[in-house]
């Protein structure tokens, strides 16, 4: 049950979960989470923290970039909850404000940073 309630608890930070809506989309890189939601990095590493430490982001390193996404793939509570969070999250205006940062910001490298 401590699992349980520790994934839950992560559901209640306004930061975390507009990162979880920004890996509703796949998978992404620091710096992108960085420009989508203009937060320092500091700021979005430790909430990733948060997120990876009580199962709900896995990451991935590339050479020094960082990867998450949603562990829905090995965390059955994930899987289950995705659907919820999409329906909640993806209609918000600030959700559509992020991604259209992330586009632009994914549209402006000449060539991938990471």
């Not at 709900?56 to 829905?72: E, P």
Request: with cysteine; hydrophobic share 45%.
């Amino acid at each position: 049950m401590k699992n349980e309630a520790r994934l839950f608890k992560a559901l209640a930070d306004e930061t975390r979960l507009r990162i979880l809506a920004l890996l509703l989309e796949g998978e992404l890189c620091v710096c992108e989470l960085i420009a989508a939601l203009e937060l320092p990095q500091s700021t979005v590493s430790r909430h990733l923290a948060t997120l990876r430490n009580c199962g709900w982001v896995t990451d991935r390193r590339q050479g020094v970039w960082m990867y998450y996404r949603l562990n829905d793939d090995r965390n059955l509570a994930v899987k289950r909850i995705k659907p919820l969070l999409v329906t909640l999250l993806c209609n918000l205006a600030e959700h559509a404000a992020a991604i259209d940062r992330l586009g632009s910001f994914q549209d402006g490298q000449k060539k991938p940073l990471c």
